[in-house]
């Protein structure tokens, strides 16, 4: 059977298709499909290796590539949606892609997951939540990021403090940081991460931090756990073991972060940060679970950790020829030759299969992030949706009144009210 070739175009470049009376082509028909993702040249020269396998392994079938760096590839897909033009195979990000399926944009992936053409027996049951919206899995992830906690070994060791990372409690964390401190006046990183350490403690009560329809909070019914989370750092403040918090609070190179240049033995940071973080400290640095509940208190209700996607795969509903393109995906996401190929560029892989076969071939760095992700799988639950538009708008707020919190100028039960009144009055705007 006769091979078509790739049309490579420029890494760097974007790729434009065009079809006859100078229209962008909308899928095509026969064995034709389009491709588009954003990157840089290390993905675009992988993808495009990936797909030219592909077409290998399926004589007879075209697919057209369109990468285009982030800054562009946005403006250029909405472009392409509002003249029905969208490419049949496209990356989405988490932050969008609710938008995105809102405006029926996206093909429900359930049916070829239920007959086979999509294979997701090595998946994680949260991974494939992650892409499930109103019901419709409109995506599946790229890649597997979680949230966790930078810690320095040799701190832990000069302290003789062991950490059982599966089972420790906020409670414990604190117990920790006052040992550390009193053993060797290295301090603890102040909750400047508010967003991710909170979102987490939220949801072990069963809850989510936004509500479903985004206009409120989705907490606002546990005021004193905020509290709670805020008086943490002023008892260890209070004791002199608290790093800053306005120093805390700067925007700073990784280089010039507290805990890189060792005046903190801890950090809060997603898994696929951990090589940098590693390359800015210099120093061996171990990367761990977070405590994983509030307090007798607030008794576990679920896992607060979650599996977070770094991207997604997606069909457009506009495409000529869905069945093709979820054997693309398939491929894309569980072939193990071309994911020797991609290498994890886009994140831990999330099939069992194909990250035990990859684990061999990445550096060590990268390994290290296989075997975590690998090892808080079973303590994760579904992620939540994506925030709403405005949820940046209101972690600025938030951000604000714990900093006025930890430096003394409001009491933690005060900046508990302020945050969920104002949060409130942003969303429902």
Known sequence: MKRIALLLAALSIP???FAGGGQQASGGGGNYLRLAWWGNTVRDERTNQAVQLFMQKNPGITVETEPTAWDGYWSKVNTQASSGSLPDVMQQDYAYIQQWANRNLLLDLTPYIERGVIDLSKWADSAVASGKIGGKIVGLSLGTNSWGMGVDPAVLKQAGVTIDEVNWTWKEFEAVALTIYQKTGIQTMPFTQHKQL???WVRETGRSYYSADGKTLGWTDIPGEIKNFLDINLRLKAAGALFDPQESFLSLTMEEMPFSQGKTWNDYYWSNQHTARLSAAKRP???IMNPNTPGAAMPLKKFGAYLKPSMFLSISTNTKNPELAAKFINYFINDIDANSILM????????TDVRATLAPKVDASIKYLF?????ITPYTSPIDPSD???AGEVEEGIRIIILECLTGQISSADAAAKIIR???EILAR
């Not at 994890?344 to 099939?351: D, K, L, M």
């Not at 075997?371 to 090892?375: A, G």
């Open 285 to 287: 640095v171990e990367y």
């Open 344 to 351: 994890a560029e886009r994140g831990v892989p999330v099939p």
């Open 422 to 424: 104002q949060s409130n």
């Open 388 to 390: 709403p538009a405005k």
């Open 198 to 200: 909170f979102e987490f």
């Open 371 to 375: 075997d975590y992700i690998t090892k």
């Open 15 to 17: 790729v434009m298709l």
